[in-house]
């Protein structure tokens, strides 16, 4: 629900000389003085001790929709990722993207041997999208026209010649993709993304997706 600052509503901070800034009011519109919380958030201890939050959390929603595409070029992350905001407008929750390279180092390692990759080959670049939403036949409905509507320009933007990726390296340049059926598959989705962190510090690889 994007940056967490914008979800803390006030903090409990001791400073250098020993005083104490308390604004934990709990009131999601306060409009009032100078906004002191901000520099801190971020400032990792630097300019005061962070003893106490005050966070506005969203309710859980009822539906979770998740999809995996993969893409053929960078050029077609941006434009999926585009339509999905357009398309799936309020209801979407994450976007997230990693290519080749990070998923065949997810596959060498021992952390990716027991994920499955759904997509059963690797494509140059992946595109993971989820919605929550309080409706569940109108988000998957959505989901599933974004879908059909790119996987019918099929291919889009295949690669140029000069890409570093070829047949030989066992990568598809069409578009392709899945939509969860249950929770626990949307979960698997989510830990191919997860793991890459796990796969990437095992080499000794500082490369965040963020």
């Not at 400032?43 to 979770?64: D, F, H, Q, W, Y």
């Not at 209801?91 to 759904?118: F, K, T």
């Not at 291919?155 to 969860?180: E, H, K, L, Q």
Request: hydrophobic residues 40%; glycine residues 10%.
């Amino acid at each position: 629900y994007g940056p967490l600052r914008g979800s803390v509503l006030g903090l409990q901070v001791v400073l250098a000389d020993g005083s104490l800034l308390d604004t934990t009011t709990g009131l999601r519109k306060d409009n009032t003085g100078i906004p002191v919380t901000s520099p801190f958030l971020g400032a990792e201890g630097g300019l005061g001790i962070v003893t106490a939050v005050s966070l506005a959390l969203p309710p859980a929603m009822a539906s979770r929709q998740v999809a995996l595409l993969g893409l053929p070029s960078f050029p077609s992350v941006l434009r999926a990722s585009a339509m999905a905001h357009s398309r799936l407008g309020e209801i979407l929750s994450a976007v997230e993207y990693w290519d080749a390279g990070c998923m065949h180092l997810l596959n060498a390692s021992p952390v990716g041997q027991s994920l499955r990759d759904p997509l059963d080959q690797v494509y140059p670049f992946y595109l993971l999208l989820e919605t929550r939403g309080s409706n569940k036949d109108h988000d998957l409905a959505k989901i599933e026209d974004l879908m059909e509507t790119l996987l019918l320009q099929d291919p889009i933007d295949p690669p140029p010649s000069s890409s570093s990726y070829s047949d030989s390296d066992g990568i598809n340049p069409y578009v392709t993709g899945v939509i969860a059926e249950s929770s626990a598959q949307a979960d698997a989705l989510f830990r191919l993304r997860e793991s890459m962190t796990i796969a990437l510090g095992e080499r000794g690889i500082a490369h965040k997706y963020d």
